[in-house]
């Protein structure tokens, strides 16, 4: 008889008299469907075997990627963006509803900030794997260019990606959107743009402009500063938003997002923790799927163990060593 279809009751043994001793019972079931839970590794041997038999790998990043680039995570102990910051005041539709001003104030002064950094080598490391021929060396199963999901709002992934070919850049996307889209609030115009200045009344120094109260019309518009009356599509004159997924509202793309990663057979999670939503819900869909988890973080969360590979670090000097790019990426 197949051992493994015997029904439990007949392999406990009954004791004291015919009574079968349910605390032994308990213990024998609990100690029985426990799930092994094996240390992460953090050989790069057998992480860059891991790498070249995948054939659909996701990437997903959080902060720590943009970190060396001097853009602060939002969770990091001392430098905080948000230390001194309350995310509801300014990060959210109510905020904006409430004062525009205040909100396009905050958002103005960042935009500098952003467009003054650059790329590191951890987002070159990810953008050599948008490079067809560095790909067939790393990855030579994978079916197509790795989809990078990144949660970071800088686009300091997407400016990197679109220097290379626009085919590369689309093997990524903002979920979380980016500080330099912006959506008009009347005809829902969505546009990029690199500009430091949607609204030359923003401009000014940074402190003076902390304090001033921006006419509503004056704040950045459909048409920009030039808006002249018209009311068509993209030229209306209505106030802009920044397209950021602010809290309360939900990412768009999640759908496509989850489809991806139900057929993801390996994920990187670079500067998040894999225990932090939603990397703690995509690490938990593709183990599910019998996929691996690579976490590359600058420090150890609860929870990260259970991650097939960690490597601890900064994420741009683990993640060129692991991918093996050191030299793919000296001319990015
Ligand atoms: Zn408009």
């Keep these: 008889m197949d051992p493994c279809s015997v029904p439990l009751c007949n392999v406990v043994t009954p004791v004291d008299n015919g009574k079968l001793d349910f605390d032994e019972l308990w213990l024998n079931f609990t100690i029985d469907f426990q799930p092994i839970v094996m240390p992460s590794s953090s050989d790069l041997r057998s992480f860059k075997e891991a790498l070249a038999s995948s054939k659909n790998i996701l990437i997903l990043s959080g902060a720590g990627l943009s970190a060396a680039s001097g853009i602060p995570t939002y969770r990091s102990a001392d430098e905080s963006l948000w230390n001194n910051f309350d995310p509801t005041a300014y990060a959210t539709p109510q905020a904006f509803a409430k004062d525009p001003s205040g909100v396009w104030r905050w958002y103005h002064n960042r935009r500098k900030e952003y467009l003054k950094a650059k790329p590191n080598n951890a987002h070159r490391a990810l953008a050599t794997l948008a490079l067809p021929s560095a790909l067939s060396r790393i990855a030579p199963c994978s079916m197509s260019q790795p989809l990078h999901i990144t949660q970071n709002v800088d686009s300091l992934s997407l400016r990197l990606?679109?220097?290379l070919s626009p085919e590369a850049a689309?093997?990524?996307i903002e979920m979380h959107g980016s500080i330099f889209v912006t959506k008009c609030t009347s005809c829902q115009k969505v546009m990029r743009s690199y500009a430091p200045s949607l609204a030359s009344a923003l401009d000014g120094d940074e402190d003076s402009n902390a304090k001033r109260d921006v006419p509503l019309c004056q704040l950045p518009k459909c048409g920009g500063d030039s808006w002249a009356g018209s009311n068509r599509y993209g030229n209306c004159g209505g106030l802009l938003r920044p397209e950021v997924v602010w809290f309360g509202?939900?990412?768009p793309l999640m759908g496509e997002v989850s489809r991806k990663m139900s057929q993801c057979d390996l994920l990187l999670v670079?500067?998040?923790s894999s225990t932090?939503?939603?990397a703690s819900s995509f690490a938990t869909q593709v183990k599910a799927n019998g996929g691996k988890v690579a976490v590359f973080?600058?420090?150890?969360?609860?929870g990260d163990d259970e991650a097939d590979f960690l490597f601890l670090g900064p994420c741009e000097t683990t993640l060129v060593d692991a991918l093996g790019v050191e030299d793919d990426i000296k001319d990015m």
């Design 161 to 163: 990606l679109e220097s």
């Design 170 to 172: 689309e093997g990524l």
């Design 249 to 251: 509202e939900m990412p």
């Design 270 to 272: 670079v500067g998040t």
């Design 276 to 278: 932090v939503l939603p």
């Design 297 to 302: 973080n600058l420090n150890r969360s609860t």
